[in-house]
Structures are given as C-alpha cells and as structure tokens.
C-alpha cells in the first residue's frame, strides 16, 4: 500500500506563508515560475502590509496571482517537489 501526500491549501495567505518559509522554493525555481511566485509573494506581502486605502485593488491582484499558481503545472510541479508531496490541491 503506498500513501500519498497531499497538501491542501485554503487560502494564497496559506500558500504565501508555506512559500515564505522555504527559500529553496525560490532558489530552485527556473526563471518563469521563480517570476510567477515572486510577483505572487509580491501581491500578498501588499495585501497584508500595505496601505488599507488600496486594500481592495491589492486583494484583486493578491487573487489573480493565486489564480495564475493554480493554474499552472509547471508550478504546481515546482512547489509540490520543494515541499515534499505528492501533490497540492487547492480548495
């Protein structure tokens, strides 16, 4: 019997916080998908610190950052071998 791994992540503030406790998710990455996360990490870090006046347009672009993860396998396929799991899913 093999037993799968499986990350569940519910949130992209779940997601950044995982990311920000690896930096070899960042140093192994190739060039398009180290891009894809940094511009995400990017998009939290304004979402959580930045100026409540831009809050909305900030959690808009924090989404569609999110959105662009999930929807990419390569980097899907990257996250998943630096955490070390069989796969992610993300509700």
């Not at 690896?22 to 140093?27: A, L, P, R, S, T």
């Not at 993860?69 to 396929?77: F, V």
Request: aromatic content about 8%; hydrophobic content about 35%; proline content about 2%.
């Amino acid at each position: 019997m093999q037993v799968e791994k499986i990350l569940i992540i519910e949130s992209p503030v779940r997601l950044f916080k995982i990311m920000d406790s690896k930096n070899e998710i960042f140093d192994l990455a190739s060039s398009p998908v180290y891009h894809r996360l940094m511009g995400f990490c990017d998009r939290v870090r304004l979402f959580l610190n930045g100026c409540k006046c831009d809050e909305e347009e900030n959690y808009s672009e924090m989404m569609r950052e999110y959105s662009n993860i999930q929807n990419d396998s390569e980097s899907i396929s990257h996250l998943s071998s630096c955490i070390g799991c069989d796969r992610i899913e993300f509700k």
